[in-house]
């Protein structure tokens, strides 16, 4: 057998077998037991395309001309997403210890199939064949993030909606969502109307990074909890967790224009129409605050199932704390050492409100500090790595974002595809392997994407790599055999009408990623597509 199938990311497992499996008019999606969860996702994702009936019923596997999900204990030992797919001539076979685990089958065998069936007008006269083979996988890390900075521009359901499809089509499964910010806040919190009315709209977006003005165009947007519902539930048959992210108590400027009384200096604010650090933060010595604050965690809570919500933590200055009689007096009644140690104790007031529900905190790593609540999950960005390394000896757990190794708002030059293949997450002196690395995120900043065709481009191909890098063994990531398999990959995108960088730009001559670091990563003046 000499074909190597176009998986990706690459599974750990494969092994071909002679023969061809096609669908036809006749092949039934078969669960067993009845309901298991993604029999409706395969039939939406292989019908309008096929335009085959695919009706789903109960029944055993071993049936002929049929796609069986089978749920199946004995391949726990894959753990939680692990996966095994059969195809033969008569029929395919779909098994797993977990739903997870099937979710992960579907899209490798939507992977097998022609890249047409990524639309539903894919023309006439394909035949909807798969080689025969068996793939028997599991990721390498259970948390596989890609963050998108919706705060700075708002892209609206429908994109969202894509980016967890095609998020799940490279296996990746915590969408890390970050709502709110200086310069807009996009999450409608019952009893909190102005956070929507006033937070959710800003005057102007700046021009460029290092000036004040603006292009008077105001900007802004924001989610009904029904949106954010369907986004969740949509996110859910995907098996991708979302998880919100509430930035406090700095790149807060959107929320104190809508109620400066939250400020240590009582305002008033404009929503930021430009791009930075700002200096006004939460006061952390008004019992109010805390209250708001609570308020809205718990509407987090209502609207969002992930075990872990983000506190931000980041880019939060001293200096209004410094001067604030509330704070201060906060800072002394609690024997505090400092205005760190305060941004601390909020943090764990947060964490110490959402452990009894059984959620968990991340923050950035500026959140690290002597007393911060065990439970929570930093994730680091940039920074000291050695204090880090010994919380995570310690036990803590830590989420792998290297600046310059994973961000997506950089530019192709200063962050190229294969960069972002061989991204290996560590910390001095830890091995990944037992270190508390949960895994890898990906996070991708908003304030340059101001279209649907710049996220694309900042996120694809690279979003590809990310995927590899996540799931796939130390030994065998291999970026000459990533780059075979990258091409049909792109073929797809190209159906699904998702733009992506050019490759010699996504991996450009060595001369110009030297030259790469000396640029501004932001703002590309060239166009998306
Ligand atoms: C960050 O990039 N400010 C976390
Ligand atoms: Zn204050």
């Known amino acids: 057998m000499d074909f190597l199938p176009d998986i990706l990311p690459l599974p750990d497992k494969i092994e071909p077998c002679p023969g061809m499996f096609e669908l036809a008019s006749g092949t039934a999606i078969v669960t067993d037991p009845p309901n298991v969860p993604n029999a409706e996702l395969l039939r939406g994702l292989l019908a309008a395309p096929t335009g085959f009936p695919l009706p789903i019923r109960t029944g055993e596997a071993g049936e002929s001309n049929a796609i069986v999900l089978r749920l199946d204990p004995r391949l726990a030992a894959r753990g939680d997403e692990g996966y095994r797919l059969e195809v033969r001539p008569d029929g395919v076979l779909l098994a797993a210890a977990t739903p997870r685990g099937i979710g992960h089958a579907v899209q490798t065998l939507r992977q097998l199939l022609p890249a047409e069936v990524e639309t539903s007008h894919p023309g006439t006269g394909i035949a909807w064949r798969v080689r025969c083979l068996i793939v028997e996988d599991q990721p390498r890390f259970s948390w596989r993030g890609f963050m998108l900075d919706e705060a700075r521009h708002f892209h609206g359901r429908e994109a969202v909606l894509q980016i967890l499809d095609l998020m799940a089509l490279h296996k990746l499964n915590v969408f890390h969502w970050h709502l709110t910010d200086d310069q807009g806040w996009r999450l409608a919190i019952r009893g909190w109307p102005r956070l929507t009315e006033v937070g959710a709209w800003r005057a102007g977006t700046s021009k460029t990074m290092l000036t004040a003005q603006h292009n008077g165009i105001p900007h802004g947007g924001s989610y009904t909890r ?155 960005w940039v920074g000291d790595q ?133 640029t501004i990563p932001f703002p590309q003046t060239k166009t998306a597509r």
Not at 331 to 355: P, S, Y
């Open 386 to 518: 050695k204090e880090l390394a010994r919380a995570v000896h310690a036990g803590r757990q830590v989420i792998m974002s290297t600046f310059l190794d994973t961000y997506l708002d950089h530019n192709h030059s200063l962050m190229p595809l294969s960069r972002a293949y061989r991204y290996e997450p560590s910390l001095p002196g830890l091995d990944p392997a037992e270190a508390g690395i949960l895994g890898v995120e990906f996070p991708l900043w908003g304030e340059f994407v101001h279209s649907r065709a710049r996220l694309e481009y900042q996120a694809f191909p690279r979003l590809c790599a990310v995927a590899e890098a996540a799931w796939t063994p130390r030994d065998k990531k291999n970026y000459p055999d990533f780059r075979r398999r990258l091409e049909p990959l792109l073929k797809r995108l190209g159906w699904l009408g998702v733009g992506y960088a050019p490759l010699d730009e996504a991996e450009p001559p060595k001369w110009r990623q030297f030259f790469g670091p000396l």
């Open 226 to 380: 029904a949106e954010i519902s369907e986004i969740v539930a949509y996110a859910g048959a995907r098996h991708i967790t979302i998880v919100p992210e509430i930035d406090l108590p700095g790149h807060s400027t959107a929320a104190l224009a809508a109620y400066p009384e939250f400020s240590c200096t009582g305002g008033p604010f404009e929503v930021a129409t430009r791009f930075g650090i700002f200096p006004d933060l939460y006061c952390a010595g008004q019992d109010g605050v805390l209250a708001f604050l609570t308020a809205v965690f718990d509407e987090v809570v209502d609207l969002f199932p992930s075990p872990f919500l983000h506190i931000g933590g980041d880019e939060a200055p001293k200096s209004r704390w410094k001067h604030c009689p509330a704070c201060q007096s906060r800072i002394r009644e609690l024997g505090l050492k400092d205005e760190h140690a305060l941004q601390v104790w909020l943090t764990n007031r947060i964490a110490a409100h959402l452990a009894p529900g059984g959620r968990r905190i991340i923050g950035w790593n500026q959140i690290l500090g002597i007393d911060l609540h065990p439970d929570a999950v930093i994730q680091y």
